[in-house]
Nanobody, 119 residues
Framework: QVQLVESGGGLVQAGGSLRLSCAAS????????MGWFRQAPGKEREFVAA????????VYPDSVKGRFTISRDSAKNTVYLQMNSLKPEDTAVYYC????????????WGQGTQVTVSS
């Protein structure tokens, strides 16, 4: 089973940028599609981005398309989420996930990292 540890969250002003990292353990990382989700207080967890095993295919919802970029480094067993032009409504706990049913069916979750965007 893959274990996931997120990092890189924090407090940023609106319009700023953050890069989240997700370090994965396990030899199967390079064969897994990976994704990012987020959950704001009082809201359901929502899909943010997904990347397939090769890195050649990515998916985003309209809410983050053009602002967020997911990438992966299989040599480092790490997946990233570059977040630009951040808005207060991006404030949430961000979770890394193993995608087993493309693009948003999840089999494993990380513990989450808090992102807070101030206005």
């Amino acid at each position: 089973q893959v274990q996931l540890v997120e990092s890189g969250g924090g407090l940023v002003q609106a319009g700023g940028s953050l890069r989240l990292s997700c370090a994965a353990s396990g030899r199967t990382f390079s064969r897994n599609s990976m994704g990012w989700f987020r959950q704001a207080p009082g809201k359901e967890r929502e899909f943010v981005a997904a990347i397939n095993w090769s890195g050649g295919n990515t998916v985003y919802p309209d809410s983050v398309k053009g602002r967020f970029t997911i990438s992966r480094d299989s040599a480092k067993n790490t997946v990233y989420l570059q977040m630009n032009s951040l808005k207060p409504e991006d404030t949430a706990v961000y979770y890394c996930a193993v995608i087993t049913n493309w693009p948003d069916g999840v089999s494993s979750w990380g513990q989450g990292t808090q992102v807070t965007v101030s206005s």
